[in-house]
């Protein structure tokens, strides 16, 4: 069983940055990967990218983030992946999830059997 816990949401004006923070319960087995995705009100959950736990590379695999203002990275040492946010903007507000899985990292919700509680990330203008 692999427990992730999130952390670094909250309330911020559009415009500022933030960096949330996944905290893995064991170091990994080199197949998996952790992403992260988000959910907003009212819409479904996408994957905004994720870290390969083995080759130690961040993939984002649908583009979600055009202009390249999130950034996926990890510490180790840590059993932590982080997701590092800039320039936030309101359409940013969302519920923001890591999840775990053996394979690649893909957007299919059903393939991650292991998740966060969530993060609330607030923009307002």
């Known amino acids: 069983q692999v427990y992730l816990v999130e952390s670094g949401g909250g309330s911020v004006q559009t415009g500022a940055s933030l960096r949330l923070a996944c905290v893995v319960s064991?170091?990994?087995?080199?197949?998996?990967?952790v992403a992260w995705f988000r959910q907003a009100p009212g819409k479904e959950r996408d994957l905004i990218g994720g870290?390969?736990?083995?080759?130690?590379?961040?993939?984002?695999p649908d583009n979600v983030d055009e202009e390249g203002r999130f950034t996926i990275s990890g510490d180790y040492d840590k059993n932590t992946v982080y997701l590092r946010m800039e320039s936030l903007q309101p359409d940013d507000t969302a519920i923001y999830y890591c999840?775990?899985?053996?394979?690649?990292?893909?957007?299919?919700?059903?393939?991650?059997?292991?998740w966060g509680q969530g993060t609330q990330v607030t923009v307002s203008s």
């Open positions: 870290l390969r736990w083995g080759g130690r590379i961040a993939e984002y």
């Open positions: 999840a775990a899985r053996t394979g690649i990292v893909r957007s299919i919700i059903s393939d991650y059997p292991y």
């Open positions: 064991q170091a990994l087995d080199p197949r998996y990967n």
